[in-house]
């Protein structure tokens, strides 16, 4: 695949797999596919459950100023603070290089960057970590610990990483969501979801005091083994914070795209 095309990939991952997990959360949830603009909002305290994303290619600064504008006013409509994801590698260079004071002219900060990675990389070989036990979350507490660990990762209070996924069944059946233990206490996190005939990795997060063991790349390595082997698939797609993008590299993915993460200024 060339560069472009794994980026426009990156960008269709998140639109057909955060459809799926914003009606997940919510069956009410505004998932609209707009000219140059994915709407996928849950009205979450989680976040990440709140997004927009341009979709287009090759997008010129004019272009870019409308829809940067046009997604603004999606955000601003809505009573929950999300982001907006920008897939930087789908805009025209002259575009690129305007997005940050585009962006400011319609009322968004940055907010934080990130990577789109894919691979051609399963099977795996079975995973393991001398320090780590896996499980596969399937009931309300291994549920509840999952969304905490993503909280203490993130930042988040505790009930808004909760009110992203408790009581969610498609979290316990549908999701390959995996923690891993030491000394049964969940440390680390990672689930794939099956996605357009991709594996997508989402929510990976290791409890910050608990860093820098390998933690993370042995969790989503189980998560990617174990969805490999349900479903026959090889490909996979994830989006990697600034710290995760390090780890990814090591399981067999490559980056496609940068990406940036922008908030309302006016949301605080």
């Avoid at 269709?12 to 709407?39: C, F, I, N």
């Avoid at 780590?132 to 610990?145: G, I, K, N, P, Y």
């Avoid at 009581?167 to 549908?174: R, Y």
């Amino acid at each position: 695949m060339t560069r472009l095309t794994e980026s426009i990939e990156s960008m269709e991952q998140l639109a057909a797999g955060w459809r799926t997990l914003v009606l997940d959360r919510s069956p009410d949830a505004d998932v609209r596919d707009l000219p140059g603009v994915a709407v996928r909002w849950a009205e979450s305290r989680f976040l990440f459950w709140n997004c927009v994303t341009l979709t287009e290619t090759g997008t010129d600064p004019a272009l870019l100023a409308r829809r940067l504008g046009e997604a603004a006013d999606v955000m601003r409509a809505k009573k929950r603070a999300g982001f907006l994801w920008v897939f930087e590698d789908l805009l025209a260079d002259d575009a690129r290089a305007a997005l940050a004071p585009a962006a400011a002219r319609a009322g968004l900060v940055h907010a934080f960057p990130g990577t789109g990675m894919a691979g051609d990389l399963l099977p795996l070989p079975e995973p393991s970590h001398p320090e780590l036990t896996f499980v596969r979350v399937r009931d309300e507490e291994q549920l509840t610990a999952y969304a905490d660990l993503n909280s203490r990762a993130y930042g988040f209070d505790p009930a808004d990483g909760r009110d992203g996924l408790a009581g969610s069944a498609l979290w316990k059946t549908g999701v390959h969501a995996y923690l891993g233990l030491r000394d049964g206490v969940p440390v680390t996190c990672a689930a794939v979801v099956e996605t357009d005939g991709r594996l997508f990795v989402v929510l990976v997060a290791t409890d910050p005091a608990r860093e820098r063991r390998g933690y993370g790349e042995a969790v989503t390595r189980k998560a990617l083994y174990e969805a490999g082997r349900a479903t026959g698939l090889t490909r996979a797609t994830l989006h990697a914070t600034a710290a995760g993008a390090p780890v990814y590299p090591r399981i067999g993915f490559r980056a496609n795209s940068a990406m940036s993460f922008w908030a309302l200024a006016d949301r605080g």
